[in-house]
């Protein structure tokens, strides 16, 4: 099995910063791509950044110039540094991981369970 674990999650003022960490764990043969995710109260998940496993990216064009997505492929880590934050960037952010696992080589998608980011005065 695989575990994806999310820390840095807490509350800061607009205008401030924070960094999101994931990292995975378990039977992984290889990760591709890691993204981060949203979901504020009532509203749908959305994408917000992610980068394949030779360092491309892709943000969300409402987080573009102030987030930047990062890994750590010997570590299998995703990494999400979040500048300038907004209240309207308060959501539950989650990391998922497609990926290969060992000893099958079957292609699977792990979520992890997400962390609270507040965005407020």
């Known amino acids: 099995q695989v575990q994806l674990v999310e820390s840095g999650g807490g509350l800061v003022q607009p205008g401030g910063s924070l960094r999101l960490s994931c990292a995975a764990s378990g039977s992984i043969f290889r990760i591709n791509a890691m993204g981060w995710y949203r979901q504020a109260p009532g509203k749908q998940r959305d994408v917000v950044a992610v980068i394949t496993s030779v360092g491309g990216t892709n943000y969300a064009d409402s987080v573009k110039g102030r987030f930047t997505v990062s890994r750590d492929n010997p570590k299998n880590t995703v990494y999400l540094q979040m500048n300038s934050l907004k209240p309207e960037d308060t959501a539950v952010y989650c990391c998922?991981?497609?990926?290969?696992?060992?000893?099958?080589?079957?292609?699977?998608?792990?979520w992890g369970e997400g962390t609270q980011v507040t965005v407020s005065a």
């Open positions: 998922n991981a497609d990926l290969h696992l060992l000893p099958t080589k079957h292609h699977s998608v792990y």
